[in-house]
């Protein structure tokens, strides 16, 4: 915007009172500005603007722009993905990846604001725009079938999700590794779907992606200083921060002496507002053949 505005001094900067007080903290620019609401047009000439504030979604000054003339409705950050491509539609891009993508960015962005996320669909809903692109501000534009990531959002935010579990560990000396281990098998033995992540070398981001649509979480870790390891720490902090829905946990992790990890495990997940199913599932240094069982 600077740069533009740069090349364009004239020009106004259009957006809602939040966006103002946004761009004057980061800019410092005395820019000509209009501020606009829910309800408000501008008409561009041959085309129309009409604007419907979604504060949080996922920042305070956010806003959905609607384009009449073209069906087309530019939401901001709802329904992006950060997916740099050089095609610009959904048509010209593996649907897997994009589906993947979009779940990501819904998982790592969007999550804690998924009652905002439902009333906001609702609202755009009852208005009966009709739709048939969706641009968001990151990545790639919907336009083959936009009601398909309306309805995947709508999914996300209810917190659907399907019968599975993500095993998420980290160990010293492979004790716990082994309990993760012994977990996956159990689960897997009854056809449930069960994934390992080990921290830190998986991404929480992709982690935290996989826990979109999966019930079950398990997290483990050994004890260091009475408490979790610090490659697990993050990880917990991103669930008490983004406290997915409707999820079913549980804590495991080996230790020497007094222990600690789960209780800081269960404490965060207890946090994070997910049910702890089972109690902590704890083993003395290393798990033996009847413990694994
Ligand atoms: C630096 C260090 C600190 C530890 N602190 C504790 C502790 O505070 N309480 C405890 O019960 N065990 C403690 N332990 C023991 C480990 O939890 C134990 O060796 C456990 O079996 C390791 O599990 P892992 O094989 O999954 O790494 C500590 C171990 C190390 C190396």
Redesign the pocket.
């Known amino acids: 915007i600077k740069e533009i505005l740069k090349l364009a001094p004239n020009a106004t900067v259009v957006g809602t009172a939040n966006c103002k007080a946004g761009l004057e903290k980061h800019y410092f620019g005395n820019w000509k500005f209009q501020t606009v609401k829910t309800g408000d047009t501008l008409n561009l000439g041959e085309r129309t603007l009409s604007f419907l504030e979604a504060p949080m979604l996922h920042w305070p000054d956010s806003m959905f722009t609607y384009i009449e003339k073209d069906a087309l409705l530019l939401p901001n950050d709802g329904f992006g993905q950060h997916l740099a491509s050089s095609k610009r539609f959904d048509d010209e891009v593996d649907q897997n990846i994009l589906i993947e993508e979009a779940a990501k960015y819904y998982a790592n962005i969007l999550w804690p604001f998924s009652m905002l996320v439902t009333r906001k669909i609702e609202e755009v809903q009852k208005l009966g725009l009709k739709i048939d692109m969706i641009a968001p501000s990151h990545g790639i534009i919907w336009r083959k079938d936009p009601m398909k990531i309306v309805t995947a959002y709508l999914r996300w935010a209810k917190g659907e999700a399907e019968k599975k579990a993500l095993i998420v560990y980290d160990?010293?000396?492979?004790?716990?590794?082994k309990m993760a281990k012994a977990m996956l098998e159990g689960i897997s033995s009854e056809g449930v779907e069960a994934t390992l992540f080990r921290l830190p070398v998986s991404d929480n981001g992709d982690i935290i992606a996989a826990l979109l649509e999966t019930k079950g979480l398990l997290v483990g870790s050994?004890?260091?200083?009475?408490g979790v390891l610090p490659t697990v720490a993050p990880f917990l902090r991103e669930m008490e921060g983004l406290r997915p829905r409707n999820k079913l946990a549980a804590a495991f992790?080996?230790?020497?002496?007094?222990?600690?990890a789960v209780a800081t495990i269960e404490k965060a997940l207890k946090s994070a507002g997910m049910d702890l199913v089972v109690p902590a599932m704890t083993v003395k240094?290393?798990p033996d053949s009847n413990e694994l069982q």
């Open positions: 160990t010293m000396w492979e004790s716990t590794e050994a004890t260091i200083n009475n992790g080996s230790y020497g002496w007094g222990g600690g240094w290393v």
